[in-house]
């Protein structure tokens, strides 16, 4: 059966669905669709009722929600297991795929990266309040998810799940704005595993670059 990935290649959500393809070794397709340029393909509602990124394909079945995909991609394949069999490193993969999806997608990607990196690099004006408040907001993520890595169930860098693929792609474009890598230096715990987990050949592969051939800021 054909699997196919419907997603925007600079959608951080887009990334995690595709770093897990890759950790499983399961091939896909691609099949660009940008939720921030409308219309959408005419059948891309009915593939995901709220209109955005990513939705994957398995034959005839659609999935939406990134969380529900890779654990659908986790299951229904073979390869390596991405969800630990410890009762608390499950509850602990749960709880980054919410914090982030919750409370760190908005603050990280949308304030901090989209008006520092992503808006200058296609020649928009960036909001500096926003990044102001995004870098606030995101303190007591980053505080959460350090807790979580120096306990070390999950965001461990001897293992890969399903929260590490979650959270690699987040960080990966906030720590593009000096602010925060700045911010994400000072959380021991959860900046070791980055640079751990920096180096993975799925994040890497899934990089998609910045608009316009931009270089990424200096850090
Ligand atoms: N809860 C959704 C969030 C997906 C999401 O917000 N994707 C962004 C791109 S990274 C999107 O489609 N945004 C379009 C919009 O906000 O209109 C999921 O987990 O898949």
Request: overall charge negative; glycine content about 8%; aromatic content about 10%.
């Amino acid at each position: 059966m054909s699997v196919i990935l419907r997603g925007f290649r600079y959608s951080v959500y887009t990334r995690i669905a595709a770093m897990v393809l890759r950790e499983k070794g399961v091939g896909y397709d691609i099949e660009e669709v940008d939720p921030f340029t409308p219309p959408l393909p005419s059948d891309y509602q009915k593939r995901h009722p709220f209109g955005r990124v990513p939705v994957l394909s398995h034959g005839a079945t659609d999935i939406y929600e990134t969380a529900a995909i890779t654990r659908y991609v986790d299951a229904a394949f073979d390869g390596p297991a991405l969800t630990p069999k410890s009762a608390i490193a499950q509850a602990r993969l749960m709880q980054v795929i919410a914090i982030i999806d919750n409370y760190g997608y908005v603050p990280m990607i949308r304030q901090v990266f989209a008006h520092r990196v992503f808006r200058p690099a296609e020649g928009l004006a960036c909001d500096e309040d926003l990044i102001t408040e995004g870098i606030t907001a995101a303190e007591p993520v980053l505080g959460a998810l350090n807790k979580i890595a120096g306990q070390g169930d999950v965001l461990n860098p001897g293992s890969i799940t399903l929260a590490d693929c979650h959270l690699a792609p987040v960080l990966a474009y906030f720590a593009m704005a000096p602010e925060g890598y700045s911010a994400l230096e000072q959380h021991n715990a959860l900046y070791d595993w980055w640079t751990s987990i920096a180096t993975r050949q799925s994040l890497i592969d899934t990089d998609p670059g910045l608009p316009n051939g931009a270089s990424t800021p200096d850090i």
